[in-house]
């Protein structure tokens, strides 16, 4: 009975935290942080070529139909569609592209340039890719 009133006081005296289990939290929480970072750093690049693809996306497309209204409207030897009209046509900011049209006003080739991240989106008529590095756009 004694021992139980001396355990009792003795919490009850106690205020707060000892250093050392002070320490151990925080090297607790370092360690999670030291996992959970890098996977989340991941994530994060993934979303931003996500969303690099996204507005590349929107400009092709932005691009085509504005090829095919001038196809229809003139003749098709003349190429009027610039890449000022395309990304105020998508209603992207932040881009640079880059792309050439066929005879028939097709797209032959297609290339954004993220000016924010700097990387490059190219299409090849069946997927995007987006490089992990900065690059240029192909001079045409």
Known sequence: ???????????????GFTLVEMIVVIVILAI????FVPSLMQYIDRA?????IINARSVY???QT?????YAELSPTQNNVTADEALALADV????IRFTLSEAYQISSFYYKDTAS???TSYDGTSWSVPDTSASLPMY
């Open 1 to 15: 009975m004694h021992l139980l009133k001396t355990v009792r006081k003795a919490s009850q005296d106690k205020k």
């Open 32 to 35: 999670l942080a030291a996992i």
């Open 48 to 52: 931003k070529n996500q969303q690099i």
């Open 61 to 63: 497309l932005a691009v």
């Open 66 to 70: 504005l090829a095919s209204e001038e």
């Open 93 to 96: 900011t932040g881009g640079e």
């Open 118 to 120: 700097g990387k490059v």
